[in-house]
């Protein structure tokens, strides 16, 4: 594929004040990756920028599910429910290095406010919805089979189980490999860029925005025919910078999550917990390299950017956890890492958070400019073509002819569609070519990026495990710092008890090596990371 680099940034840069773009979006989170994707397969031409780094905002901090949202039954929001399922097999096909099939189980109490039988019409409805199209049907199991599968389980009252089929994702990969995906198709994406304010022309509608590279402090403008929000969070205030009659239309929520060990939460499924008491659902999520808690489901009034876990958002995640695991005896030392994150969801009159709703909104105010706001990451394929469809229609009619649709079903990145994914993962013990590699690693790579694996390796036959990472994320995914790297193109400061710190010397040298950073600068990143790792996790009270 071809490059997505910090060199190609610069050239990006350079295109996006000299050209003219069909679609211009602000926003590079999982629906403004999508939204560019479709675009550019289409033949639309193509501008994205995004004012930090890619995902940086809610879409590296999900509950990390592709999942139906069974919850949503309860609301009868059957249509979210069908959509998302159907979205789900498509995203199997699409991304199966991204998205892995998982059971979940939902054990049930005496106490319990729905019943075994309500859920068991439930469990039938969910896979009916899917159109029985599952990785395996449900389950009914009774409390003597549930607690022989799900030993650490609280088993006091338990009346049963249901056990059924979602998946999990790596969330900001997923919008890095659709920004690739864009990008290879001739997508113009640059991060660290920050729209300040529009110009609008004498038909009232926005001809150009002006914008800021933050990494130079350069100021240019951008000229498109069309333009699309997808800021998530930030929405009401890039509605604000551009018109100022604005009206806000988000109820933002905060939703907190922490990270265990595999070792320390021993799971054999997922577990859907929090169903007796109130309408909310905390996930206990095992995935290959840590165990994520989550999540919370409050309102959030202030800037996005300042969203944090607090000490009584841990209190309250770790209660729960302790009441469904009693045995493991888990204590807040054993928590390794949180994240918090606020969700864009749309204001609709709901008397709760948890009630309101996660269906998306797309709409095009006054100057022409598409918002997209709200909407559940499973979706993000179909909240994305129906954004390039509003687009569309505000267009000539030469122009909805011509760009009418594209296959966005199809792989994100051809090393990677299911037959080349098995392929990789069965060739991985010959791809010996780094003899600093375990087998261990390169399987790993080959879970990672498939078959796409072996063109790496080849690519890097003296580097360690982290430092072929390194290179991998700054010449294919735009990424510029050691933050960034360690938040998002691998998972360390979510599932490493240091947070990635034992690494940091080798991954830092690739660099130094790769950017031309001086010595000055390389302490200066590494600083960076460190004083973030303080500051996001202040509330962790670390007794070594």
């Known amino acids: 594929m071809k490059s997505f680099s910090f060199e190609d940034r610069k050239q990006n840069i350079r295109d996006l004040e000299t050209q003219e773009f069909d679609l211009f979006i602000i926003g590079g989170g999982i629906n403004?990756?999508?939204?560019?994707?479709?675009?550019?397969?289409?033949?639309?031409?193509?501008g994205l920028i995004e004012a930090q780094d890619f995902a940086q905002g809610t879409s590296s901090r999900s509950s990390k599910l592709i999942h139906g949202g069974i919850r949503y039954l309860e609301n009868l929001e059957f249509k979210l429910v069908f959509e998302a399922l159907n979205e789900r097999a498509h995203l199997f096909e699409m991304a199966p290095h991204l998205v892995h099939p998982l059971r979940f189980m939902i054990p049930l109490y005496k106490d319990s406010r729905v019943s075994m039988n309500k859920?068991?019409?439930g469990m039938w409805l969910y896979d009916l919805l899917a159109l029985f199209q599952v990785p395996e049907m449900h389950e009914r199991l009774s409390a003597g089979e549930t607690a022989h599968r799900m030993p650490i389980l609280n088993q006091k009252d338990l009346c049963g189980s249901f056990v059924y089929s979602d998946a999990y994702m790596d969330d900001d990969r997923l919008v890095l490999e659709t920004l690739r995906s864009a990008n290879e198709a001739n997508a113009c994406i640059a991060n660290f860029v920050k729209a300040i304010s529009a110009e609008i022309g004498d038909d009232?509608?926005?001809?150009?925005?002006?914008?800021?590279?933050?990494l130079t402090q350069r100021k240019f403008y951008v000229r498109a025919k069309s333009?699309?929000?997808?800021?998530g969070p930030w929405t009401d205030q890039l509605g604000q910078s551009f018109d100022?009659?604005?009206?806000?239309?988000?109820?933002?929520?905060?939703?907190?999550?922490?990270?265990?060990?595999?070792?320390r939460l021993p799971m054999s499924s997922a577990v859907v917990m929090g169903a007796e008491k109130s309408d909310r659902i905390v996930f206990g999520i095992p995935r290959h390299e840590m165990v994520i808690i989550g999540t919370t489901d409050t309102d959030f009034k202030e800037s996005p950017e300042n969203v944090s876990v607090t000490q009584a958002?841990?209190?309250?995640?770790l209660d729960i956890t302790r009441s469904y695991f009693p045995q493991a005896k888990i204590e807040e030392k054993d928590i390794l890492s949180g994240y918090a994150g606020v969700r864009p969801l749309v204001h609709d009159g709901s008397a709760s958070e948890g009630k309101t709703s996660r269906e998306h909104t797309i709409w095009t105010d006054q100057h022409g400019v598409v918002y997209v706001a709200g909407g559940k990451y499973t979706t993000y394929r179909l909240i994305a073509q129906q954004a390039?469809?509003?687009?569309?229609?505000?267009?000539?009619?030469s122009d909805r002819a011509q760009f009418k649709s594209a296959d966005t079903t199809k792989p994100l990145n051809p090393y990677t569609g299911p037959d080349e994914f098995q392929l990789a993962l069965n060739s991985c013990d010959q791809w010996t070519w780094n003899k600093k590699l375990s087998f261990e690693n390169i399987h790993l790579l080959s879970e990672r990026y498939g078959l796409e694996a072996e063109l790496i390796l080849k690519k890097n036959r003296t580097y360690s495990y982290w430092q072929i990472e390194a290179l991998q994320a700054i010449e294919q995914t735009m990424c510029l710092n050691l933050t960034d790297f360690f938040r998002r193109r691998v998972p360390a400061f979510l599932s490493m008890d240091d947070h990635g710190i034992s690494h940091i010397n080798e991954v830092a040298d690739v660099f130094s090596e790769r950017m031309g950073w001086t010595d000055s600068e390389v302490q200066q990143q590494k600083k960076k990371y460190l004083d973030l790792i303080?500051?996001?996790?202040?509330?962790?009270?670390i007794k070594k």
Do not use: N
Not at 227 to 231: D, K, N, P, Q
Not at 388 to 397: G, K, W
Not at 534 to 541: G, H, P, V
């Open 227 to 231: 333009f699309m929000s997808t800021t």
């Open 313 to 317: 958002d841990v209190d309250y995640l």
């Open 204 to 214: 009232g509608k926005i001809q150009k925005v002006l914008c800021e590279d933050l």
């Open 244 to 263: 100022s009659k604005w009206k806000k239309v988000l109820r933002p929520t905060k939703g907190v999550h922490l990270t265990f060990s595999k070792e």
């Open 119 to 121: 859920m068991g019409l």
């Open 32 to 46: 403004g990756a999508g939204a560019a994707r479709d675009a550019v397969l289409r033949g639309l031409k193509v």
């Open 388 to 397: 390039v469809d509003e687009v569309l229609h505000h267009m000539p009619f």
């Open 534 to 541: 303080q500051s996001e996790l202040a509330w962790k009270k």
